[in-house]
């Protein structure tokens, strides 16, 4: 018969295994300390913390929410003649006009906006440092499907994936906001109307933002 002794030091090791496993299982979930607080599918972080998030979790909603941090307001949108996107707040812009090569492909009117949307954060992200982003789109089917966290196509999955890392790599928080067509400033741009967009944005740059076009190689390979 085992003594007393010897009964607790064997039930101590086997609670000791119960806790490392459990341990091991919810570390897979993030890990939130004392300076971080969830909010739904985000992640609400000081812009001074020193936290950081387990990367084996995705969260729809690109990158943690900075307090104390500047406000970023984006359009986009795509006509079936260009990609177009407006920083509203820098007053920059860029009218991107589809090349054969991906009229021909078809890709669809989703991709051709999400195409838009990471576009603009690649060409602007760098400058987003710290910064909370709203990316205005009137692709209703693409703000519902960002939100969802689940794109009906590959491709699509690849563009939201490049979206996601953008925001990660210069640290700013990312969401899609619906707006309808007549209140998209981008509207007027993707359809090349720059004349009109100029008259109702007087604030705007008096040039486009250059596109590089490694960024656009690594968005549509071809």
């Known amino acids: 018969?085992?003594?007393?002794?010897?009964?607790?030091?064997?039930?101590?090791?086997?609670?000791?295994?119960?806790?490392?496993?459990?341990?091991?299982?919810?570390?897979?979930?993030?890990?939130?300390?004392?300076?971080?607080?969830?909010?739904?599918?985000?992640?609400?972080?000081?812009?001074?913390?020193?936290?950081?998030?387990d990367k084996t979790n995705s969260f729809h909603v690109s990158g943690p929410l900075y307090t104390n941090s500047t406000h970023q307001k984006v359009y986009t949108d795509e006509s079936g003649i260009a990609a177009a996107g407006y920083w509203k707040t820098n007053g920059g812009w860029f009218i991107y006009h589809w090349p054969s090569v991906i009229t021909k492909a078809n890709p669809g009117n989703e991709w051709m906006e999400l195409f838009a949307i990471v576009l603009a954060a690649r060409l602007w992200g760098p400058h987003w440092n710290n910064s909370n982003v709203i990316i205005n789109t009137d692709s209703k089917s693409t703000v519902e499907a960002w939100h969802h966290g689940h794109f009906h196509s590959k491709k699509m999955e690849e563009l939201n994936l490049k979206l996601r890392q953008t925001a990660q790599q210069h640290r700013f928080s990312v969401d899609l906001s619906f707006i309808h067509g007549d209140e998209n400033p981008a509207d007027s741009i993707s359809r090349d109307k720059k004349e009109i967009f100029r008259q109702r944005n007087p604030s705007a740059n008096s040039s486009p933002t250059s596109i590089p076009h490694a960024i656009v190689k690594d968005l549509f390979p071809h």
């Open 1 to 53: 018969m085992l003594s007393r002794s010897l009964l607790s030091s064997v039930l101590l090791k086997r609670t000791s295994f119960a806790v490392k496993f459990q341990l091991r299982v919810i570390t897979t979930k993030p890990i939130l300390t004392n300076d971080m607080r969830s909010n739904g599918n985000k992640l609400i972080i000081p812009a001074n913390s020193s936290s950081r998030v």
